[in-house]
């Protein structure tokens, strides 16, 4: 409880000097209407032209890939919509970590880090986490302040100090997490959702094509073409949305266990250097 208490203050100073929030869109909800917007915007008013089909009519043969896309049906803009905030969702992640990371590359600002401590120019290391900027370095911030606060105490076990270190370490680890994995869920939800939209769509285009095959016998060919046509755009729109979605969810995932990686490794290292330069005083 002692322990808890005691790393608290530095966790919190460290969140108070970095004076900057969450990285990232807090209302994703917002990007997914705009992008439904945009979709069925499309849809309608450039691949639904009356220039892409024969005689002018949305209700003939296509003319062009637009045309084939139009006749997918109205399932196509739903998966539109989610293919547009995948990459409207990758893009933000890929800006977001950056700023995360900060300016100079991980391995380098970690690398002056473990210099400064073993040094134990605190104020160096400071300095260094500020010109760094984002999450990183105010979870690495914390865990300075709180060596240089274990440093200038006197009258505690070394163990109790290293327990207060390792404390505010993980405490600015548990604030900042969030900011790496923010909407992340949403490009995890689409990799299922993208593919069983598809499919719904792959559904309804095979029943308009059996639908068609039933009347007279025969059947009229443009309406089994349309059905076809419905049933082979659906299932290809949603299964590039799932590809899209699963290579940037690995990505950013496989990303942010390396950062995770990285600040265990240098907190570890901080422990480690108080520990090593540092005796049992009680």
Request: charged share 15%; with cysteine.
């Given at each position: 409880m002692?322990?808890?208490?005691?790393?608290?203050?530095?966790a919190k100073?460290?969140?108070?000097?970095?004076?900057?929030?969450?990285?990232?869109?807090?209302?994703?909800i917002w990007v997914i209407v705009v992008?439904?917007?945009?979709?069925?915007?499309?849809?309608?008013f450039n691949f639904g032209q009356s220039s892409n089909f024969e005689g002018g009519d949305p209700n003939g043969s296509p003319l062009n890939i637009w045309g084939t896309i139009f006749k997918g049906g109205v399932i196509v803009p739903v998966i539109h919509t989610l293919l547009l905030t995948v990459l409207c969702m990758c893009i933000e992640r890929v800006i977001a970590l950056s700023k995360c990371i900060g300016k100079e590359k991980l391995a380098t600002f970690v690398g002056k880090i473990k210099k400064d401590i073993k040094a134990k120019d605190f104020d160096a290391a400071l300095k260094d986490c500020d010109n760094q900027g984002g999450s990183v370095a105010n979870v690495v911030r914390a865990a300075v302040m709180a060596y240089k606060e274990a440093d200038a105490t006197t009258g505690i076990k070394k163990e109790v100090k290293m327990?207060?270190?390792?404390?505010?370490?993980?405490?600015?680890?548990?604030?900042?997490?969030?900011?790496?994995?923010?909407?992340?869920?949403?490009?995890?939800?689409?990799?299922?959702?993208?593919?069983?939209?598809?499919?719904?769509?792959?559904?309804?285009?095979?029943?308009?094509?059996?639908?068609?095959?039933?009347?007279?016998?025969g059947g009229d060919s443009v309406e089994l073409s349309a059905g076809i046509s419905e049933a082979l755009i659906n299932t290809a729109f949603g299964i590039g949305t799932s590809w899209l979605a699963v290579v940037g969810y690995n990505?950013?995932?496989?990303?942010?266990?390396?950062?995770?990686?990285a600040l265990d490794e240098i907190g570890y290292s901080i422990a480690q250097t108080y520990a090593a330069t540092h005796t049992d005083e009680a």
């Open positions: 002692a322990t808890t208490q005691a790393a608290a203050p530095a100073k460290a969140a108070k000097a970095k004076g900057t929030s969450s990285i990232g869109i807090k209302d994703a992008c439904g917007i945009i979709a069925f915007c499309n849809f309608f327990a207060r270190i390792q404390q505010a370490h993980e405490e600015a680890i548990a604030v900042e997490m969030p900011t790496l994995t923010m909407n992340l869920p949403i490009i995890a939800t689409i990799v299922t959702l993208g593919t069983l939209t598809g499919l719904l769509g792959t559904v309804v285009g095979m029943i308009k094509s059996f639908q068609a095959l039933a009347q007279g016998g990505f950013f995932t496989n990303r942010i266990d390396k950062i995770a990686f």
